[in-house]
């Protein structure tokens, strides 16, 4: 019989040692900034919200649903003060980590994550002293679930000092051809999702800076065009007055805006440059220690394999198989309609065969194989390729957080200062009531694309599809790379040669 784990109880410390961070949809996040904590120094503590208006209802994530927390949350009437641990089950989030992407990134590039104790009194005064940070738009909506007996406890990928660059860097590969339609598919095999979607943003909000960042750049593992895709979201971040969400700058725990001149002084500081508060001068010092970690990290290369070879049909390819699925209807029902949520079990089956279908990759027969399917998959697979799609979706829509910790100013500090870390984010999974809002919005993007007249736009090209000269090459691979994740990434530049250029 297992041992009971004994949870940490953040209750112990004063809600005063926490300090408002940000906040999303579903969860609100708190720093610990209290004195030294073995526990909770250098954490964060990612708290559920409800909504305010009468009456009150819980906010629940896709995997909540699929789980069925939805439903013993509304029985449970716990006043947060009484109950056991076992009586509210850890979030989903954590089971999802330790179970899927865990398997499939390298576990060093993921935050901690684990459950914590709580109490009602001691969340009633945590928002009630968090309430003055928050956005006011938020104000009215949502707020902290004080009924909830667990949170979760998480690595502080900013930090209370030194800097730290958040980036989002979305879709990093061209599409299958197989399964474009003759009106997509020129379009699709030359201009990136993401350039697309700048251009449709572009044109429905003509005033807003437009970013000449391409994906395909961060992704490409060439200095020069890592150096540009870096120059690119700079340029974004000051020309939106740091509103655009592929770049953000942390500064000793704050995020910083282009406009503030003492902040540019202090990042310039942290950069080891002269202080002078201007930010041309910040670029290629910025960009110098940027460098180094995003050309020799195996999370790109990981993240970007993912994305590919979890989705081998594109959205129409998913599109077109749910339709024929779907034959006795005219038309076809969007897709996802009436399906239900992805349970962690069958997440677990589904990685399972995914798994086993990457590695079976050490002969050209087994390539072919796997080619073949991609190309002409069989209905029955309908359901796998759906999860395969919103799991590729979950990567496609993930950010990563690389800190840099504060330079040391002692001889004897500087020998332990930590390097810096590169970690990635935001990895729940997608509901599958998506799909068909997705499907909608990829008609939409790439059909603005293409009346508005694309001849003057940049070509976007995708350099995992061509010879892989860098991957597999890093410094991190050559010390030691999991065998899964080195699957995934030989089956990702085996077909992309194979399937993406073949009808090229």
Known sequence: ??????????????????????????????????????????????????????????????????????????????????SSDDDEPDDPTIAFQSKITSKIIPPKHLP??????????????????GEKDRPEARKTVDNIDVKKTK????????????????????????????????????TKLKHCRFCMHTHQRSIKSPKKYVSQYCPLDLYSGDEDRIRKAVAALWDAWIGS????????????????????????????????????????SVLPAFTNALIPMLRDTELLTSLAALQRT??????EGVARLWSLDSDEQTPPSPIGQNAHEVTLKEWEKFLKEYLSQMQCTNDAASLEKIQQEWNDPPIAKL???????????????????????????TATASTTTSAP??????????????LAKWEELDREIVDCFIETGYGDKRICVDAKAGVPSNIGKTKEKKEQQSLLVGAVV???????????FSQR
């Open 490 to 500: 030989a089956v990702a530049v085996a077909l992309s040669a194979a399937v993406w």
């Open 383 to 409: 359901r796998y390729y759906m999860l395969a799609y919103l799991l590729s979706a979950t990567f496609k829509d993930c950010s990563f957080m690389i800190r840099f910790p504060a330079r040391s100013l």
């Open 151 to 186: 949170g979760v406890l998480a690595t502080d990928l900013v930090g209370r000092s030194g800097w730290a660059v958040e980036i989002k860097p979305k879709w990093a590969f061209l599409p299958n051809p197989q399964h474009l339609s003759p009106r997509t598919k020129d």
């Open 421 to 434: 870390t590169i970690t990635a984010i935001d990895l729940d999974p997608k509901s599958v009531t998506r």
């Open 310 to 315: 979890l989705d081998p049909l594109d959205i």
């Open 241 to 280: 007055n740091g509103s655009l969400n592929n770049l953000k700058i942390f500064i000793n725990g704050s995020a910083i805006t282009p406009d503030d001149t003492s902040a540019i002084s202090k990042l310039q500081e942290l950069l080891g440059q002269p202080i002078d508060g201007k930010l041309k």
């Open 1 to 82: 019989m297992a041992t009971p784990v004994t949870l940490a109880d953040v209750t112990l410390t004063s809600p005063e040692d926490w300090s408002y961070i940000s906040e999303g949809g579903a969860t609100i996040v708190f720093s610990y900034a209290g004195p030294n904590h073995p526990e909770f120094s250098g954490t964060v503590l990612r708290l559920r919200k409800i909504e305010i208006k009468p009456p009150p209802k819980e906010i629940f994530k896709p995997l909540d649903i699929a789980e069925g927390v939805n439903e013993t949350s509304s029985e449970s009437e716990s006043d947060g003060e009484t």
């Open 112 to 129: 901690r994550l684990e459950p914590v104790k709580l109490r009602r009194r001691w969340l009633e005064r945590l928002a009630k002293l």
